[in-house]
């Protein structure tokens, strides 16, 4: 199977600092991933679409000063809460979009990312 | 605007039976809709895709109708087990999107109790 990791699995800082979060696939190559946001109870927000080698693009009200996103690899994507506050906490998931295959319209997602802005 | 909607209410449901969810979508034309499966805590994992002109999809114990007309994607689980306990989530992706983008509903959690 396709398998898609993100590290850490859970995360607590202090308001006004930086998080990176990881998102690895770990057996297929990637050229696009995407970055979700997810509220308790609520539905999974697209925030951003990440292609290799090129700049991310993003949502509709998404700042991207923000929401730094680095697709270095063809399996490596990272996410960085710049400035991070209490209301930027939720479930940060990614997925990953297969090259090729019989899976090409399918995505794999991570386990997700809790992050905690104290 | 664009919507997709899934019953909020919890669907309880006795092992054995069939469970049936329902997503509407709106202002919406849609390449294909899949179905995933998301447990607390964790990533959505992938069920079924099916695409614009097809009208059903199976695997195993689960079934997926698409109607195109009714703007309407029916989900089953038959045979339901407590396993099955989790909250599905329907995505769609726009025709006039290459990137496989995904809009999701905000899912329906299925109970399944002994």
């Known amino acids: 199977g396709a398998v898609v990791s993100q590290h850490p699995s859970r995360v607590i800082c202090k308001s006004g600092t930086s998080v990176k979060i990881e998102c690895r696939s770990l057996?297929?190559?990637?050229?696009?991933m995407f970055w979700y946001r997810q509220f308790p109870k609520q539905s999974l927000m697209l925030m951003a679409t990440?292609?290799?080698?090129?700049?991310?693009?993003?949502e509709q009200g998404v700042e991207k000063d923000k929401f730094l996103i680095n697709h270095a690899s063809l399996t490596l994507s990272t996410l960085t809460v710049t400035s991070a506050h209490p209301e930027d906490s939720s479930f940060y998931i990614c997925s990953a979009h297969r090259l090729a295959g019989n899976y090409r319209n399918e995505q794999f997602f991570g386990p997700g990312t809790r992050l905690t802005v104290l | 605007s664009q919507k997709i909607e899934q019953n909020s209410e919890a669907l309880n449901i006795q092992e054995g039976k069939t469970a049936t969810l329902t997503c509407n979508y709106t202002?919406?034309?849609?390449?294909?809709l899949q179905w995933y499966r998301q447990d607390p805590g964790r990533g959505p994992v992938f069920l079924l895709l099916?695409?614009?002109?097809?009208k059903e999809k199976r695997k195993e114990r689960l079934k997926v109708t698409f109607d195109t007309t009714l703007k309407q994607s029916l989900f089953h689980i038959t045979a339901s087990q407590p396993a099955d306990s989790a909250t599905y989530l329907c995505?769609?992706?726009?025709?006039?999107?290459?990137?496989?983008?995904?809009?999701f509903g905000a899912g329906t959690q299925v109970v399944v109790t002994p």
């Open positions: 990440s292609n290799e080698g090129s700049k991310a693009t993003y």
């Open positions: 057996d297929f190559q990637a050229t696009t």
């Open positions: 202002n919406y034309s849609p390449a294909y």
């Open positions: 995505a769609l992706t726009p025709l006039t999107d290459s990137w496989g983008k995904l809009q």
């Open positions: 099916i695409r614009e002109n097809e």
